[in-house]
T-cell receptor, first 115, second 115 residues
């Protein structure tokens, strides 16, 4: 089975530009998570969805960040406008809805650099 | 509330020696505990989990973890380290009594195995 697929793997753009990160979860998984990883702050949960519905977006840093899940096989994380402090590795993860004992399956991330 | 601590930022071990990566947790009820590994430029990969039952859990790549309820610990171990085990290791916890589906991750421990 294919794992969680993220695109692009690397993104370099200038401050003020719009950035869109994409994620395809594992087929059949009901939960989808967006994380951000930095050296300073470690792994931070930004938002998660259950059955395509956003459940908790309290980790989204600002209104510049938005996430959607239009269907069970696709999600986007958008930053508009982008700022240098948004530079980080962004991970998408998915898991099964069969109890709290299910692990998360992570994609390989998008390394975002805002100049 | 749930929390997890990885007291060591870095662990150094010689190839062939046993390794231990420490994790302690705090939950209101009983824990679900997870270990993940992250190789450079990759996402987190699930290694093993504790749900209930035997205190010694075996996982991928020869790793195992020991659950100790009295010490609220879940240390990751391997009898003989390989250079290829060098990576970042994360412990995570979910509280079985909690209402949130979200696990709490530790800050990670960098394992360096020297030839």
């Amino acid at each position: 089975d294919a794992g969680v697929i993220q695109s692009p793997r690397h993104e370099v753009t200038e401050m003020g530009q719009e950035v869109t990160l994409r994620c395809k979860p594992i087929s059949g998984h009901d939960y989808l998570f967006w994380y951000r990883q930095t050296m300073m702050r470690g792994l931070e949960l930004l938002i998660y969805f259950n059955n395509n519905v956003p459940i908790d977006d309290s980790g989204m840093p600002e209104d510049r960040f938005s996430a959607k899940m239009p269907n069970a096989s696709f999600s986007t994380l958008k930053i508009q406008p982008s700022e240098p402090r948004d530079s980080a590795v962004y991970f998408c993860a998915s898991s099964l809805n069969s109890g709290y004992n299910q692990p998360q399956h992570f994609g390989d991330g998008t390394r975002l650099s805002i100049l | 509330a749930q929390s997890v601590a990885q007291p060591e930022d870095q662990v150094n071990v010689a190839e062939g020696n046993p390794l231990t990566v420490k994790c302690t947790y705090s939950v209101s009820g009983n824990p679900y505990l997870f270990w993940y590994v992250q190789y450079p430029n990759r996402g987190l990969q699930f290694l093993l989990k504790y749900i209930t039952g035997d205190n010694l859990v075996k996982g991928s790549y020869g790793f195992e973890a020991e659950f100790n309820k009295s010490q609220t610990s879940f240390h990751l171990k391997k009898p003989s380290a390989l250079v290829s085990d060098s990576a970042l290791y994360f412990c995570a916890v979910r509280d079985q009594a909690g209402g949130s589906y979200i696990p709490t991750f530790g800050r990670g421990t960098s394992l360096i195995v020297h030839p």
